[in-house]
């Protein structure tokens, strides 16, 4: 056994070995010893870091420089109704012109009051309401998952939005949102 040993054990594969082995130390060393914040942004290579690199909600609105991110590097479809936080919108934060030539100071966003709508209930209406002196100009609602709205539209005098539901055999909620301008 001896023999076959000596037969294998050449100078060239003791060489190889201890080379494989400070090569895996090597390694092995260099990822433990990274001091906490040696790694920089001008340290990282174009395009190093990729979406599927990021962890599940890694990046928020705060890690996020002002105006890093623009309407051009939103993929289409990236902004719903349910990603906006409610009354994160109002008039002040559109660029002239966006509201078909309305001043955004001249414009209001009035949330109605819920409304609950007992179970087999039908024909219960919710309604938002102008300031004084605005009109409505557009508007919407919300309804909960056991309701079903009936019909929606502005009020009569044109100061207000309305929403009228509907439920099964569950309670739900409804309201109705209202965009006014002034004269």
Same mark, same amino acid.
């Given at each position: ?22 090569? #895996?130390?090597?390694?092995? $060393?260099? !990822?433990?010893? =990274? /001091?906490?914040? @040696? +790694?920089?942004?001008? %340290? *990282?290579? &174009? ?6 690199? #990021?962890?599940?909600?890694? $990046?928020? !609105?705060?890690? =996020? /420089?002002?105006? @890093? +991110?623009?309407?051009? %590097? *939103?993929? &289409? ?13 109002? !008039? ?92």
């Amino acid at each position: 056994m001896t023999t076959a040993l000596r037969r294998h054990l050449t100078p060239g594969n003791a060489v190889a070995v201890a080379a494989m082995i400070v090569a #895996l130390a090597g390694t092995g $060393v260099a !990822a433990s010893n =990274l /001091a906490n914040g @040696s +790694v920089t942004s001008a %340290k *990282l290579a &174009n395009n190093a870091v990729s979406a599927p690199k #990021l962890a599940n909600n890694a $990046v928020t !609105a705060t890690k =996020l /420089a002002q105006g @890093s +991110v623009k309407a051009a %590097k *939103l993929a &289409n479809g990236a902004v719903t109704l349910n990603k906006v936080a409610k009354e994160s919108l109002d !008039a002040t934060r559109f660029k002239p012109g966006v509201l078909g030539g309305v001043s955004a100071s001249k414009v209001t966003v009035v949330p109605g009051t819920p409304v609950s709508v007992p179970p087999g209930s039908t024909g219960t209406t919710a309604t938002a309401t102008c300031p004084a002196g605005q009109r409505a100009i557009a508007g919407g609602f919300n309804v909960g998952a056991f309701a079903l709205a009936d019909a929606t539209g502005p009020t009569g005098d044109g100061t207000g939005w309305t929403v009228t539901a509907e439920t099964g055999g569950a309670p739900a909620s409804i309201s109705a949102t209202v965009v006014c301008v002034a004269p």
